[in-house]
């Protein structure tokens, strides 16, 4: 917050008749001003002047590792440039600058990859920045591309060099709108800036002519215009082929993956980069990166991910084929394309049918099972039972335990749903039991333990055994630290009804105070948020119709706008009702 902070003292100077809080105003503004603009240093320098105070302004400090310009415009005419460095951590108090920033670093990321140089532990960073005023679009791209790769090689970049151009995913560089305005700021802003890279596709007003001093370059990518930053790949970790290689095939224990979904995205995207050559593992790559954006509950993603690998290029690669048949039917049932998802999954299974052996093997179980996940959501429990059950056979036969120990958890779903409740709560015990004794060997029944415990709370809860319910919900919910994650977000939501049944009225508003928040967040991604909700929705139908009050944080309207924000349906208690009665997750 430097700038805002200058701006603050110096009005506070120009106010202030005490000797000592001037000097002290003093000492602290010529600290700042070499991280500020040109402007902000001239009015300093005008008010020490009128002040007769000596000292001279310094000059701009040239940038460190980790930072970058940033050209900004702002309506109807003006711009601004400000320096902006990483920290650790994601944006997600803004959901648009978050995702140019993600989009931004993919192809940072990209860009090192396809030198098979890795920056150390991808992460999303989030950017710190004192601009006056709200950045739109995904100009900022080429400023958190650079600095991205600035703070992984240790390396600053030049300081009289500043981009403005959008970055996409693979790190190609694209025309921004609005940069004449933005360059006449830049060159009022910072004097000492004589260079400024665009993309190579940048256009401009008939007749425009660069401002004096300052020389327009252009690049294609992030790795042309890495060299004009004075930045390298070189001192990034290298990697090879082979370990790319390695790293897709850990990705089948994904169940078992320690890591955020979100970072295994990123990664699985790195390594389709680094083998762009190798056409069967990048889009392996590829279709890990989209399973990973699907559990975190990213469609948008997982669609665009699925999109980067057309039909036409798996013609050779059944397996990859139907896995991609499978990943698109999982990703139409979060969307509520069910008809689609149905479509998609028997295709799958009859692909997987005529496949060679190995497909069948890993593949058939799956396809069986996405098909009757996708019956389920549409309501058709007695068409699913026998497809999960078929699902959860194969995956017998072929001794894949962790695979059917998954099956069987959405059998036991199916049952619940059909409100055979004994034989569901038969089918998750043994399940559970099945995955503590196998969690030792096989990693991913790690996470697949957490969605049979809350599986067979859901069951507990359904036949009034509150204790029981409680139990599993709580352990679920302590499992994951992030409160906007899958499945916490189901123990959380079991627990606000449970707790309450319990008698336990505080603790159960503060779960669905939790998931309140959750749903009204629209930095979460829609599913996520739509799972949350379900607890508002609980919660008003729970609520006599002459209530208008609840407590402060939970209030009915409270609850009400989570509902509207986060399914786009009016909360009316047959609306509500309906959704609830057919929802799965």
């Known amino acids: 917050m430097t700038r805002s902070e200058f701006v603050g003292r110096l009005r506070q100077l120009e106010m202030t008749a005490s000797p000592a809080s001037v000097m002290r105003l003093v000492k602290s503004l010529l600290e700042l001003a070499p ?17 007769g105070v000596g000292t001279p302004v310094p000059r701009a400090a040239p940038l460190g590792v980790g930072e970058a310009y940033l050209l900004l415009f702002e309506a109807p005419a003006s711009g601004h440039a400000v320096r902006i460095h990483l920290e650790r951590g994601d944006d997600a108090a803004d959901p648009d600058l978050g995702r140019e920033v993600r989009r931004a670093y ?11 140089r890795r920056m150390d532990h991808p992460h999303f960073p989030s950017v710190a920045f004192d601009a006056p005023f709200q950045i739109e679009g995904g100009s900022i791209g080429l400023a958190v591309a650079i600095a991205s790769l600035s703070h992984a090689a240790r390396e600053a970049p030049r300081s009289d ?15 921004v709108a609005h940069l004449p305005v933005k360059l006449e700021a830049l060159r009022r802003c910072w004097p000492e800036i004589t260079r400024v890279v665009v993309a190579r596709a940048q256009t401009f007003p008939e007749g425009y002519v660069t401002p004096t001093g300052l020389e327009v370059l252009r690049a ?24 790319y290689v390695v790293r897709i095939a850990s990705f089948a224990g994904e169940n078992g993956l320690s890591t955020p979904w979100t970072q295994l995205a990123l990664e699985a995207r790195e390594c389709a980069e680094a083998l762009v050559d190798q056409q069967d593992q990048r889009a392996k790559a590829l279709l890990w990166a989209a399973i990973f954006s699907l559990h975190a509950g990213d469609a948008d993603d997982t669609e665009e ?8 290029e798996l013609e050779g690669y059944p397996a990859l084929l139907a896995h991609k048949l499978v990943i698109t039917a999982s990703r139409e049932i979060d969307a509520g394309a069910i008809v689609a998802a149905i479509d998609h999954a028997r ?26 996940r996708a019956l389920m959501h549409r309501g058709d429990y007695a068409e699913a039972e026998p497809l999960l059950r078929a699902g959860l056979a194969h995956h017998d036969q072929h001794k894949l335990p962790a695979e059917s120990v998954r099956s069987a958890c959405y059998l036991a779903t199916c049952l619940r749903l059909s409100l055979r409740l004994h034989e569901a709560h038969a089918v998750a015990d043994e399940a559970l039991a099945r995955a503590s004794t196998l969690s030792a060997k096989y990693d991913a029944l790690v996470m697949t333990r957490q969605f049979l415990r809350l599986e067979r709370a859901r069951i507990a809860s359904a036949l009034e055994r509150w204790e029981d319910a409680e139990r599993d919900f709580a352990l679920v919910k302590c499992g994951q630290e992030n409160a906007g994650a899958w499945p916490r977000l189901g123990g959380t939501r079991g627990l ?35 799972i949350a909700a379900t607890a508002a929705g609980d919660a008003l139908l729970a609520i006599d119709d002459s209530s208008r009050t609840s407590p402060s944080h939970v209030t009915r309207a409270n609850l009400e706008q989570a509902w509207r924000e986060a399914f786009g349906l009016e909360p009316d208690k047959p609306v509500i009702e309906r959704t609830l009665r057919g929802w799965v997750y």
């Open 347 to 372: 295709a799958a299974t009859a692909l997987c049918q005529t496949s060679d052996r190995q497909t069948q093997k890993d593949l058939l179980g799956k396809a069986l099972g996405t098909h009757g």
């Open 161 to 175: 060099t500043a981009g403005s151009a959008q970055v996409d995913e693979r790190g190609e560089l694209r025309p």
């Open 106 to 116: 993919r192809g940072a990321v990209a860009t090192a990859a396809r030198s098979c």
């Open 35 to 51: 991280r500020v603009d040109a402007e902000l240093r001239g009015d300093l320098s005008r008010e020490l002047l009128r002040r």
């Open 496 to 530: 606000a009804h449970t707790l309450g049944m319990l008698g336990r009225v505080d603790e159960s508003l503060a779960a669905l105070a939790e998931c309140v928040e959750v749903a009204r967040n629209g930095a979460v991604p829609q599913i996520l948020r739509k």
């Open 220 to 243: 294609r990518t992030v790795e042309e215009a890495l060299p004009l930053f004075g930045v390298s790949l070189v001192s990034l970790h290298a990697s090879s082929i082979e370990a």
């Open 305 to 312: 991910l699925l999109s980067a690998i057309p039909d036409a």
